[in-house]
C-alpha cells in the first residue's frame, strides 16, 4: 500500500521536474558555496545573492557544502543533472587542485556561466617587522636571509598568490620560511603574536587589522586600490607586475543546455553592472569583475596558464 | 568479558596497523618544514602502546566472576527489536536518495512505530498515522519557514 | 562609555526587540534540546534571515537563538542521554544518571540554575573585562595550545571509572586516528581515505557526536517497550524545581571553578565550550572528597560543574569575536559573517569604532539569558513529560530529526551515513563497555593538536624544547603530568595500606 503510494508520489515528482524544462528558470537556484557560512567567500556569494533579485524571477538559495578545501561542494555539482539549477561558486583555488595534483579536474569540468565579482587580495606584514613595502621587504629579507617566515596553507590559493607575487618580485623563496597553515584569521593572529611576519589574506580580513596598528600592507593584489584601505599601495605601484585576485566565477555541470547558461550569464552580468551592487561590494573590499561567454573562457584559460607556470616553477604536488 | 576485551585490543591494534601502512605511503613535500607525517605516526604509534598495554593488562589481570559472559553480551546485542530498529534505518537512509525524503520519512515512521509496539491494536495504528503527519508538518514548516535547500 | 551601555539598553529595551529575543530564547530552546538539531545549526538557518533585519534588531534576535539553544542542548543530555552538542556531552555523565533514579526535576533545575548563573558571571567578566581577557588570549601561541591539548587529554583518565582508564584512552585514540582521514588544510595531503573523494572532508564532529550517543542508546532503549517499568518521576513540581536553586548556591566553590575554567577555555579561539564542560567536570571529580561517586548521578556538583561550565565559556567566546574578530567556533563565526554583510568590521577596533553595537551584544546578552531561565520554568514541565511517552513513538521520530539536523549542517548525506556509521562503532564499544565521550573528544582535539604541534615545531624551527620553557605551556603541562600520574599512584598506596592491615588480621587470626 505504502509503496504504491510512494511509487505514484516519486512518478509525479519526476513528471513535474521533465516538464520544467520549458520556461527556465521556475523554481529556485541553488548556489553551492564550498566554504562555511560566515567566512569570506561565503559573505562575497550572499552580496552578490541579494544583488541578484530582481535580476531573475526565481530565488537564489545559497548552499554551503565544506570539506576538504572545496572539493567535496566541487564534485557534487559537477556531478549534479545539467539543467542549470545547482551552480557553483568557486574561485581559482579550484584550478590549483588539478595543478598540484590534489584533484583530477579543473575548471574545464564545468560550463562557466559568469565570473562576476573578485575579492581583493593582498600580502600584510607584522608591524613591529617594520616591513611596509616591497623595498622594506626586498631589503630586509636579503640583509638577513631565513630571518622571515610567511605562513600559507601549502597548495592553496594563498600559497599561488605569495608565490606570483615573490616571483615577480624577485625575492627568492629559499629565503624566506613557509609555514603551512590554513585560514585568513589564523595567519592574522599569529602575525599579531610577533610569530609570523609576512601573512598573505584576503584584504577585507586584514583590514581591520591595519587600521588598529597590527598589520602593515606590503602590496596589494589588483589593479587598483582598495576601498578599505586606500593608503595601501598596490603591487603595480611599487613596480612589481602581481596581479592575484580572488575571481568568483559561477559554474553550472557540463552539458548544461546553452540557452539556460544564456539566461543565467545575462541575469549574473546584469546584476554586477548594478550601481547599487557595486558600492555593497566595495564596502566588503570586492570589486566587480564581469565577465562571461568566450571573454570569460579567455580569462579563466589565462589564469590557469599562470596557476600551471608556477607549480611547474616551485614544484608544487604531492607526485 | 576478558573475551571481549582481548577481541576489542586485537581489532584495535589491527585497525592501527592498517593506518600505519597507509601513512608511510605519504609522500613528503619539499617545501614542508614540518612532515604532514608527523602526527598521524605520533598518533598511531600511541594507539598500538594502549593496544598493547591494555592487552597485556586484560591476560594478567584475574577474570572477575561478575561480569557477563561474552556470549551473554553479544545476545543482548541482537535483540530481535534493536536489528528491527537498526535494519530499518539503514534501509530508511538508503531509500531517501531513491524516493526523496517526505516519503521515505513517512513510511519509516509509519512502519518502525508499529514494528516496534508490542501489539498492534486498531489506536496505535491512529497513533502511528497522527505522529508521522505530525512530525512531516513540523519539518515541512520549520525548513518553509527556514527557506532551506533540502534533501534529494 | 556609560552613555553608550545607555544607548544599548535603550536599543534592546525596545518592545520589539525583546519580542525578537524571547523568541529567538524560545526557537533556540526548542531546538537545541531536540537531539540531531543543533545550535550550530539553528545559527546557520538564523544568519541568512537576519540579512534583510536592522542590525539593532538582528543582534539580540541571534544572541537569543545562540544562548537558547546552547543552552538547551542540557534537556536532550538530561532526559534523553543524548547531547545535543559536544558542549553538553559532560552533563550527560551524571545528569541522565540522575534523571534515571527518578530525580529528573532535580537535574534539570541544577542544570538550569548553574547555567544561567555561569553564564551571568562569564558576560560580566564579558563586560567589565574583555579587553584584559583578550590579551589573556592573545598571549596563547601553539606552545600553549598544545599543552592544553594534552591537559584535556589528561582529563580523560580521571574522568573514567576505576580500572578502566587505559580503555578510555583506547577511545581516544580511535578518536584521534578517525580524526587523521582526509585532508590536512595545512599542507595539503589527503590521508587515510582509500581513495574515496568523500572522505577527503573527514569526519564531522556533530554527526559522529550525536551518532555515538544516539543510536546505542535509541537501540538500548526498545528494550524497555511494553514492559511496564518502574515509573520514573515524571510529575514536575514546581516548589522542587525552585529549591535547587538553593543547591546550587551552595556549591559555591565548584560553581565559581567551573566558571572560570568554562570563561578561561571560552576565550581561546577554537576551543569553546566543547571542551569546558569536560575539564570542569573532571577537575570537579578531581577536588571532590568523594569522587567516586560521580557517574552515579547522586552529587548536586557533577551535574552543576559542565553546565557553568559550558555557559560561561558563551560569554567567552563572545570575548575574542568582538574584541579581536576572531571566532571562537562555528556559532560565533557565523555572527561574524552576520556582522560583515552588515557592514560592520568585526576587528580591534569594534569597541572604538561600533562602541554602541558591542553594547547591544553586551546588553542582549544578560537579557537572552534573563529569558532562558524564566523560559524554563515553562519548557521544563512539557519536556519532562516527553519522558513518559512510549519509547516507539520517540525512536523513530528522533530517528529522523537527527537524520535532519546531520544533513543540515552541511547539506550533504554523506554525514547523514557517518551518522549511522558513528552509531555502529558507538553501539560496539557500548557492548564492548567502553565509554564514548573520549571517542569525541580525541575527534575535537585531533586536529587542534595537529595544527598547533607542527606550527609550534616550524616557529620553533623544530625544537620541542620551547613546550616546557614558556612557562604557560610548561606549567599546563605539568599539571597534566601530575593529573596522570597522582591518581594512580594515591590508588596504589591506598591499595597497599589496605592490602597490610588485612594481613595483620589473618596473622593474628592464626596465633
Given at each position: 500500500m505504502n509503496k504504491t503510494i510512494a511509487l505514484t508520489l516519486g512518478a509525479a515528482a519526476m513528471s513535474l521536474t521533465t516538464v520544467s524544462a520549458l520556461a527556465f528558470p521556475d523554481k529556485p537556484i541553488e548556489l553551492v558555496v564550498p566554504f562555511s557560512p560566515g567566512g569570506g567567500s561565503d559573505v562575497a556569494a550572499r552580496v552578490f545573492a541579494q544583488c541578484l533579485e530582481g535580476h531573475i524571477d526565481q530565488q537564489v538559495l545559497i548552499r554551503n557544502i565544506t570539506g576538504a578545501r572545496g572539493k567535496i561542494a566541487e564534485v557534487e555539482v559537477r556531478d549534479a543533472r545539467p539543467d542549470g539549477y545547482k551552480l557553483l561558486w568557486a574561485h581559482q583555488g579550484m584550478d590549483m587542485g588539478l595543478a598540484t595534483g590534489r584533484s583530477d579536474y579543473n575548471y574545464t569540468a564545468f560550463e562557466p556561466v559568469a565570473s562576476t565579482v573578485a575579492m581583493n587580495y593582498g600580502v600584510f606584514a607584522d608591524a613591529n617587522s617594520g616591513i611596509d613595502s616591497v623595498d622594506t621587504l626586498r631589503g630586509k629579507v636579503a640583509s638577513d636571509p631565513g630571518a622571515y617566515n610567511i605562513g600559507v596553507a601549502l597548495n592553496g590559493f594563498s600559497h599561488f598568490a605569495v608565490l606570483d607575487f615573490l616571483d615577480k618580485a624577485g625575492i627568492s623563496t629559499d629565503d624566506l620560511q613557509t609555514i603551512p597553515m590554513s585560514g585568513d584569521k589564523t595567519r592574522i593572529v599569529a602575525a599579531i603574536q610577533g610569530n609570523l611576519t609576512l601573512v598573505p589574506t584576503a584584504v577585507a580580513a586584514a583590514a581591520p587589522y591595519v587600521n588598529s596598528g597590527d598589520l602593515s600592507p606590503v602590496a596589494i593584489l589588483s589593479d587598483e586600490r582598495d576601498h578599505k584601505l586606500s593608503d595601501a599601495s598596490t603591487a603595480a605601484e611599487q613596480g612589481v607586475d602581481s596581479e592575484f585576485a580572488m575571481y568568483f566565477t559561477t559554474y553550472a555541470p557540463a552539458n548544461t543546455p546553452e540557452d539556460v547558461v544564456d539566461t543565467l550569464a545575462k541575469s549574473w552580468l546584469a546584476a554586477a553592472k548594478d550601481s547599487s551592487c557595486q558600492g555593497r561590494l566595495a564596502q566588503n573590499s570586492m570589486s566587480v569583475v564581469a565577465a562571461s561567454g568566450e571573454e570569460l573562457t579567455a580569462d579563466l584559460e589565462a589564469r590557469y596558464a599562470r596557476i600551471e607556470e608556477l607549480a611547474g616553477q616551485y614544484q608544487l604536488g604531492t607526485e | 568479558m576478558r573475551v571481549n576485551d582481548l577481541l576489542f585490543s586485537l581489532l584495535f591494534i589491527l585497525l592501527f596497523v592498517v593506518a600505519a601502512t597507509q601513512i608511510t605511503q605519504l609522500s613528503e613535500i619539499a617545501s614542508a618544514t614540518v612532515s604532514a607525517r608527523l602526527f598521524p605516526e605520533m598518533v598511531i604509534g600511541g594507539g598500538i602502546l594502549m593496544g598493547v598495554i591494555e592487552m597485556i593488562r586484560t591476560l594478567v589481570s584475574r577474570p572477575r566472576n561478575d561480569d557477563p559472559g561474552f556470549r551473554e553480551s553479544w545476545k543482548e546485542a541482537f535483540l530481535r527489536r534493536r536489528m528491527y530498529l537498526l535494519g530499518l534505518f539503514t534501509v530508511y537512509l538508503i531509500a531517501i536518495t531513491h524516493v526523496g525524503f517526505l516519503v521515505a520519512t513517512a513510511v519509516f515512521c509509519f512502519v518502525t512505530i508499529l514494528v516496534l509496539a508490542p501489539r498492534i491494536k486498531p489506536a496505535s495504528l491512529v497513533i502511528a498515522l497522527a505522529v508521522t503527519v505530525g512530525l512531516l508538518g513540523l519539518i515541512y514548516v520549520l525548513l518553509v519557514v527556514y527557506l532551506k535547500a533540502f534533501l534529494p | 562609555m556609560y552613555d553608550l551601555m545607555l544607548a544599548g539598553v535603550a536599543a534592546v529595551f525596545q518592545p520589539w526587540t525583546l519580542l525578537a529575543i524571547m523568541l529567538g530564547v524560545a526557537g533556540g530552546l526548542v531546538i537545541g534540546s531536540i537531539p540531531g538539531l543543533t545550535s550550530t545549526m539553528s545559527i546557520a538557518l538564523m544568519v541568512p534571515l537576519t540579512y534583510s533585519m536592522k542590525l539593532e534588531f538582528a543582534i539580540p534576535l541571534l544572541m537569543g537563538v545562540y544562548c537558547g539553544a546552547i543552552s538547551g542542548g542540557l534537556v536532550g543530555a538530561i532526559l534523553l542521554n543524548i547531547p545535543g552538542t559536544p558542549a553538553s556531552a559532560g552533563t550527560c555523565l551524571d545528569g541522565f544518571p540522575m534523571a534515571a533514579r527518578g530525580q529528573a526535576t532535580r537535574a534539570l533545575g541544577l542544570a538550569v540554575y548553574a547555567s544561567m548563573i555561569g553564564g551571568t558571571l562569564s558576560g560580566l567578566a564579558l563586560v567589565l573585562i574583555a579587553p584584559l581577557l583578550a590579551k589573556v588570549a592573545l598571549s596563547f601561541g601553539p606552545w600553549e595550545y598544545f599543552a592544553l591539548v594534552i591537559f584535556t587529554f589528561s582529563c580523560i583518565s580521571s574522568m573514567s571509572a576505576k580500572g578502566r582508564a587505559v580503555k578510555a584512552f583506547m577511545a581516544a585514540f580511535i578518536g584521534l586516528g578517525l580524526s587523521l582521514v582526509g585532508l590536512d588544510e595545512a599542507s595539503g595531503q589527503t590521508r587515510l581515505t582509500f581513495g574515496f573523494t568523500s572522505l577527503e572532508s573527514g569526519f564531522y564532529e556533530l554527526p559522529a557526536l550525536i551518532g555515538l550517543y544516539a543510536i546505542p542508546q535509541l537501540l538500548t532503549d526498545t528494550d524497555g517497550i511494553g514492559r511496564r517499568e518502574k515509573i520514573l518521576q515524571v510529575n514536575y513540581r514546581l516548589r522542587l524545581f525552585v529549591s535547587t536553586f538553593g543547591e546550587v548556591i551552595g556549591r559555591k566553590w565548584d560553581l565559581l571553578r567551573s566558571t572560570f575554567i568554562g570563561i578561561v577555555i571560552g576565550i581561546l579561539p577554537g576551543v569553546g565550550p566543547g571542551l569546558s564542560n569536560i575539564v570542569a567536570y573532571s577537575q570537579a571529580k578531581n577536588s571532590s572528597?568523594?569522587?567516586?561517586?560521580?557517574?552515579?548521578?547522586?552529587?548536586a556538583e557533577s551535574v552543576i560543574s559542565p553546565e557553568a561550565a559550558n555557559n560561561a565559556s558563551m560569554g567567552g567566546a563572545l570575548i575574542p569575536m568582538l574584541t579581536l574578530g576572531i571566532p571562537g567556533d562555528a556559532s560565533t563565526l557565523m555572527m561574524l559573517g552576520a556582522f560583515m554583510l552588515h557592514g560592520i568590521d568585526p576587528g580591534p577596533l569594534l569597541f572604538r569604532d561600533h562602541g554602541d553595537i558591542v553594547w547591544i551584544v553586551f546588553i542582549a546578552f544578560f537579557v537572552a539569558f534573563a529569558f532562558c531561565t524564566l523560559l524554563y520554568h515553562f519548557f521544563i514541565p512539557i519536556t519532562i513529560k516527553a519522558i513518559a511517552v512510549p519509547r516507539q513513538f520517540v525512536i523513530p521520530v528522533l530517528l529522523v530529526l537527527c537524520t535532519v539536523g546531520c544533513y543540515s549542517l552541511n547539506n550533504r548525506m554523506f554525514d547523514v551515513y557517518c551518522f549511522l556509521g558513528f552509531g555502529l562503532l558507538g553501539y560496539v564499544l557500548h557492548i564492548v563497555k567502553v565509554p564514548v565521550l573520549p571517542v569525541i573528544l580525541g575527534l575535537i582535539l585531533g586536529p587542534m593538536a595537529e595544527e598547533q604541534l607542527s606550527l609550534a615545531l616550524a616557529f620553533g624551527q623544530g625544537s620541542f624544547l620551547p613546550f616546557l620553557l614558556r612557562p604557560v605551556s610548561g606549567f599546563i603541562l605539568l599539571v597534566a603530568l601530575l593529573s596522570l600520574v597522582l591518581p594512580p599512584f594515591f590508588g596504589w598506596r591506598k591499595k597497599l595500606t589496605a592490602q597490610r592491615i588485612p594481613t595483620k588480621e589473618s596473622q593474628n587470626d592464626t596465633v
Open positions: - | - | 572528597r568523594t569522587p567516586e561517586k560521580f557517574g552515579q548521578g547522586e552529587l
